[in-house]
């Protein structure tokens, strides 16, 4: 008690969400409900969701619940969120990309799951000392070596690991056995950076938290008293200022600077890509998973986080939007008011002849817009896909008998098509497809009832969609010299004796 402030202890304990959600009747299935939905998934799991995704989720485990005979969150999904949100278990916001609420953990209800899982796993996982000693020293050697601005001191540090790195190389090099962790190290190490991920994870809802309670009071201080447009940009200035100089501010704009370069996200996949095929670890599916899901998983929570800052600028630009409107019916005011002086002045000057006793003069006050770094939207690392691509492999022989097929196709002699549509129609003056057909067969195969079709439709001559013809042709295969005979169904096509002939030979005309 004596490092502890006894009142800060009582009042933690009386006020706080956290100890709250612990010491509810329903706490066991609250817990288990949030860690499902929330947590478990692996790569997969959200960090917000949708009012009726996570009320589906809710009635599915309420479900479960009754399955298995528990007596516990019998009522109405929407009561339970409601409640939830309410007891700050759960925050509920609107987000731009979605028309309902959403739903994240808040810090209380990371922090109670923490405190649970931590209590959990400390039964059944190995109780590790060397890692977390080790990485006690290597962060307080860091935390020294970074704060010294010694040049001498520094550079004595960066000789020394140089001459440990050449010490290794040459010991490699001369044939001796390579130092490896023992499993059990492995496996002490891994746990470690999963906590450490965990907690990591947990960590953004306070600062989220932080970043929210600058952005409501910089909304106070603007809305208190009537500021001018000047005042509220130096406003939104300095919280964006003070957010950057907090503790929580440095730490997560280096995070994110780390976080989102395009090659630390790929030296960190790679790595956890060597992490998760270490046979020391390959019983642990559950942190492997958690492990796998960290790149997505972060950078949609440091999404969240910047989501949180850029309400400072939302919420600055509908204060500014709505003195603007009044900035505009003033303006309208005034400008009615200027032509009324305007148009005594002109009624004044008619009258006695005098120019005005003192010179016009107007004052103009321009508004300023407000545009925040933090609402810029993240880079997004385009997708990357683990399976080879198949190989394709050419049949040269399909190709060169398709090629031959190609090179054997006849042209078509429109001017001698429709030199024998009109010797026929001069002959009978109408007749069908069909009865041209059995007077001139296809020599050059199907292609030239195609032929046909397209002068009957850009020379004029009768087509009926709604009647039909069955035409029998024979064709020729031109590579094997076989025939064969082909049934065709054509819309009924009457040639006629036209004026026009012999016109261009072929109009463009698109078949319709």
Known sequence: MAAMDLEAIITFLDHSPAVRLLRADSAAYVLSFLQTAFKNGGSEAATALEHDELKQRLQQFQERLREEQHEALSGAPDRYLREWSDAGWLRRFLSAESSTSNYQLTRFAEDALRFVDAALTRQHRMVGTESRLRLVIDTLTDMVRGASADPDRRLHTLIEQREQLDREIEAIRSGQPVVTYHPAQIRERFQTAVELLKTLQSDFRAVEDRFEEIAREVTRQTTRVDHRRGEILAAALDAEDLIKQQDEG??????????????AQTRLRETIGEVVRLDAIAADRGAIDHLRGMVPSLLSEADNVLRQTGRLSQTLRRLLDDQASGHRRRTAEVLHEIR???????????????????P???R???SIGISSSFARPFWATPPIFDSEPETHRVDLETVRREARKLANLKRLNWEAMRAAITTATTQSGSLRLSELI???????????LVGWLQIAHEDGHSIDRQATEELTLITSDALTGRSSMLRVRVPLVIFHQTQNQHAEPLRRKKPR
């Open 360 to 362: 016009l003069a107007l």
């Open 340 to 358: 009324t002086l305007a148009a005594r002045l002109k009624h004044s000057v008619e009258e006695t002849g005098q120019p005005p006793p003192e």
């Open 250 to 263: 440095v730490s997560f704009n280096a995070f994110v600077a780390f976080l989102f370069s395009p090659q």
């Open 438 to 448: 059995k007077q001139h067969p296809p020599r050059v195969g199907v292609i030239e």
């Open 364 to 366: 103009v006050e321009t």
